[in-house]
C-alpha cells in the first residue's frame, strides 16, 4: 500500500499521466458496486441481513441462496459460511469471475451461500452504542471477532435457513477466529459440520511479511502513528489506485508487487485485469487494537487472549493477571486445511506446528507455488482447492 502511494504521488508531481502509463484497460463494474450488486452483476441472487452482535455491533451479512446452475430447485440447500481474513471484506468471495470466486462456485454446486464480514470492515461499521467516531467503537480485536460476532452470525444463518449444521470457510484472520470460537465455544462447535482452513494463521513466529514487523514498534509508539481507532479504511484514493493507477497496463507489475509485498509473490497466478475490483474493496479497516493484538501474537509467539497493558486491567477483563492462551487442541470440529508454500504470512514451518494440534484433521495439502492470497484470487484456485473442496463437502452433502 506504501508502494502504491508513492507510484501515485508520483504519477500526480508528473502531472496529467494520461498516456505516459499506457492506456487505461476497461474498468471492471464490480469496483464501484456495494456486495449485493456485485452478487446481481453476474445473475446471482442475493440477501443483505443485519446481524447484531451482543455487544452492540452491527455486521452486514450477505447470502447467495442458490446459484445459476439447477435454480429451479429452490427447497433446503447444504449451508455454507465464509469469513474472511485480516483488512478484508465479504468481497474476496466475489471479487474474480464466477468461474472463479469461490461464492459462485459453491452456489452452482448446490450451496446455500453466506458470507461474512467482521466489525470495523466497510460493510460492518455501526453499533448500538458508540459511534464510529468514538474511541470505543473500535476497542477490539480478533477476540470480540471469534466471542461476539462468530456466534451471532451462525445464530441468525440457523434461524433463517432452519438448518442447524453447516459448512465454516475461513482464510487468514478467519481461521483463526474459528480456532478461537471452536475450541472454546462448544455449543457453536457443534454447528460446524467441517471447518475448511485457507492460509490457517494460529501463530505467526515464522512470518516474513513487512506486517510482522509492527510488532517491533512499542504499542504506545504504534497508537502514536496511528491513533486508537481505525487501522487502513478503504477509501477513495484506494479506489483511485485501483482504477487509475493499477488498471493501465504498464502498470500492472507495479501493482502486483505492491499487493504480494506483504502476502508473497505468485504473479502470474493473478488476474491482472482485476485489480481495479481487488482495490476498489480493499483494505477494507479494522481496528488499531486488532493490529495491536498481532503484534502481541508475533512477539510472544503464542496465540492468546489480547493484553490489556497492565495486570489490573487483564484482572478486570481475565480475572488474571495475564491474557489466558487459547489451546487449538482444544477443538474437535473436523477440519480440511490447505496452506501455501511461498505464503509469509502463514508460513509453512507455522503451520508445521499447528497441524499436529488438530485432533480431526481430515486432509491437508500444501500448495507449493501458493501466497497468502492466491487462496482467494489465484487463477488456479479452483483446480488446486475449491474443487477438493467441494468434493470433501459433497461427501456430507446431506441436510
Same mark, same amino acid.
Request: hydrophobic letters at 40%; one cysteine or more.
Given at each position: 500500500?506504501?508502494?502504491?502511494?508513492?507510484?501515485?504521488?508520483?504519477?500526480?508531481?508528473?502531472?496529467?499521466?494520461?498516456?505516459?502509463?499506457?492506456?487505461?484497460?476497461?474498468?471492471?463494474?464490480?469496483?464501484?458496486?456495494?456486495?449485493?450488486?456485485?452478487?446481481?452483476?453476474?445473475?446471482?441472487?442475493?440477501?443483505?441481513?443485519?446481524?447484531?452482535?451482543?455487544?452492540?455491533?452491527?455486521?452486514?451479512? +450477505?447470502?447467495?441462496? +442458490?446459484?445459476?446452475?439447477?435454480?429451479?430447485?429452490?427447497?433446503?440447500? %447444504?449451508?455454507?459460511?465464509?469469513?474472511?481474513?485480516?483488512?478484508?471484506?465479504?468481497?474476496?468471495?466475489?471479487?474474480?469471475?464466477?468461474?472463479?470466486?469461490?461464492?459462485?462456485? =459453491?452456489?452452482?454446486?448446490?450451496?446455500?451461500?453466506?458470507?461474512?464480514?467482521?466489525?470495523?470492515?466497510?460493510?460492518?461499521?455501526?453499533?448500538?452504542?458508540?459511534?464510529?467516531?468514538?474511541?470505543?467503537?473500535?476497542?477490539?480485536?480478533?477476540?470480540?471477532?471469534?466471542?461476539?460476532?462468530?456466534?451471532?452470525?451462525?445464530?441468525?444463518?440457523?434461524?433463517?435457513?432452519?438448518?442447524?449444521?453447516?459448512?465454516?470457510?475461513?482464510?487468514?484472520?478467519?481461521?483463526?477466529?474459528?480456532?478461537?470460537?471452536?475450541?472454546?465455544?462448544?455449543?457453536?462447535?457443534?454447528?460446524?459440520?467441517?471447518? +475448511?482452513?485457507?492460509?490457517?494463521?494460529?501463530?505467526?513466529?515464522?512470518?516474513?511479511?513487512?506486517?510482522?514487523?509492527?510488532?517491533?514498534? %512499542?504499542?504506545?509508539?504504534?497508537?502514536?502513528?496511528?491513533?486508537?481507532?481505525?487501522?487502513?479504511?478503504?477509501?477513495?484514493?484506494?479506489?483511485?489506485?485501483?482504477?487509475?493507477?493499477?488498471?493501465?497496463?504498464?502498470?500492472?507489475?507495479?501493482?502486483?508487487?505492491?499487493?504480494?509485498?506483504?502476502?508473497?509473490?505468485?504473479?502470474?497466478?493473478?488476474?491482472?485485469?482485476?485489480?481495479?475490483?481487488?482495490?476498489?474493496?480493499?483494505?477494507?479497516?479494522?481496528?488499531?487494537?486488532?493490529? =495491536?493484538?498481532?503484534?502481541?501474537?508475533?512477539?510472544?509467539?503464542?496465540?492468546?487472549?489480547?493484553?490489556?497493558?497492565? %495486570?489490573?486491567?487483564?484482572?478486570?477483563?481475565?480475572?488474571?493477571?495475564? %491474557?489466558?492462551?487459547?489451546?487449538?487442541?482444544?477443538?474437535?470440529?473436523?477440519?480440511?486445511?490447505?496452506?501455501?508454500?511461498?505464503?509469509?504470512?502463514?508460513?509453512?514451518?507455522?503451520?508445521?506446528?499447528?497441524?499436529?494440534? =488438530?485432533?480431526?484433521?481430515?486432509?491437508?495439502?500444501?500448495? =507449493?507455488?501458493?501466497?497468502?492470497?492466491?487462496?482467494?484470487?489465484?487463477?488456479?484456485?479452483?483446480?488446486?482447492?475449491?474443487?477438493?473442496?467441494?468434493?470433501?463437502?459433497?461427501?456430507?452433502?446431506?441436510?
Amino acid at each position: 500500500m506504501w508502494l502504491l502511494l508513492a507510484v501515485t504521488s508520483m504519477i500526480s508531481a508528473i502531472g496529467g499521466a494520461h498516456g505516459l502509463f499506457g492506456k487505461l484497460v476497461p474498468k471492471s463494474p464490480e469496483a464501484n458496486m456495494n456486495i449485493s450488486q456485485m452478487i446481481n452483476y453476474w445473475g446471482y441472487p442475493s440477501e443483505e441481513y443485519d446481524v447484531v452482535t451482543e455487544d452492540g455491533y452491527i455486521l452486514g451479512i +450477505y447470502r447467495i441462496p +442458490y446459484g445459476k446452475k439447477n435454480s429451479e430447485n429452490l427447497g433446503k440447500r %447444504p449451508v455454507v459460511f465464509l469469513q474472511h481474513g485480516l483488512l478484508a471484506s465479504a468481497t474476496n468471495w466475489i471479487a474474480n469471475l464466477p468461474n472463479n470466486s469461490l461464492a459462485f462456485i =459453491l452456489a452452482d454446486a448446490g450451496y446455500d451461500v453466506w458470507l461474512g464480514n467482521s466489525r470495523g470492515n466497510t460493510w460492518s461499521r455501526r453499533n448500538l452504542y458508540y459511534s464510529p467516531d468514538s474511541v470505543e467503537f473500535w476497542a477490539f480485536s480478533f477476540d470480540e471477532m471469534a466471542k461476539y460476532d462468530l456466534p451471532a452470525t451462525i445464530d441468525l444463518i440457523v434461524q433463517k435457513t432452519g438448518q442447524e449444521k453447516m459448512h465454516y470457510v475461513g482464510h487468514s484472520q478467519g481461521t483463526t477466529i474459528g480456532f478461537i470460537a471452536f475450541s472454546t465455544n462448544p455449543t457453536l462447535a457443534k454447528r460446524i459440520k467441517t471447518f +475448511y482452513a485457507l492460509a490457517p494463521v494460529a501463530t505467526v513466529r515464522y512470518a516474513q511479511s513487512p506486517l510482522k514487523k509492527i510488532s517491533l514498534i %512499542p504499542g504506545y509508539l504504534l497508537k502514536l502513528i496511528f491513533g486508537d481507532k481505525i487501522f487502513m479504511p478503504h477509501n477513495f484514493f484506494d479506489q483511485f489506485l485501483g482504477t487509475e493507477v493499477c488498471s493501465r497496463e504498464l502498470m500492472d507489475r507495479v501493482c502486483s508487487d505492491a499487493l504480494f509485498i506483504m502476502c508473497g509473490f505468485d504473479r502470474k497466478n493473478l488476474n491482472v485485469s482485476r485489480f481495479d475490483v481487488y482495490l476498489g474493496h480493499n483494505p477494507a479497516g479494522t481496528s488499531v487494537q486488532d493490529i =495491536l493484538h498481532w503484534a502481541q501474537v508475533a512477539r510472544t509467539g503464542r496465540l492468546q487472549a489480547f493484553n490489556w497493558g497492565s %495486570p489490573f486491567q487483564n484482572l478486570l477483563h481475565y480475572k488474571q493477571r495475564t %491474557p489466558p492462551d487459547y489451546d487449538v487442541s482444544d477443538m474437535t470440529v473436523p477440519i480440511a486445511v490447505w496452506n501455501g508454500g511461498h505464503d509469509i504470512l502463514a508460513d509453512p514451518r507455522d503451520v508445521n506446528m499447528l497441524l499436529p494440534k =488438530l485432533q480431526n484433521l481430515l486432509y491437508h495439502k500444501e500448495v =507449493l507455488p501458493y501466497n497468502h492470497l492466491d487462496f482467494i484470487w489465484a487463477m488456479d484456485a479452483p483446480q488446486e482447492v475449491y474443487n477438493e473442496m467441494v468434493s470433501i463437502m459433497a461427501e456430507d452433502k446431506i441436510i
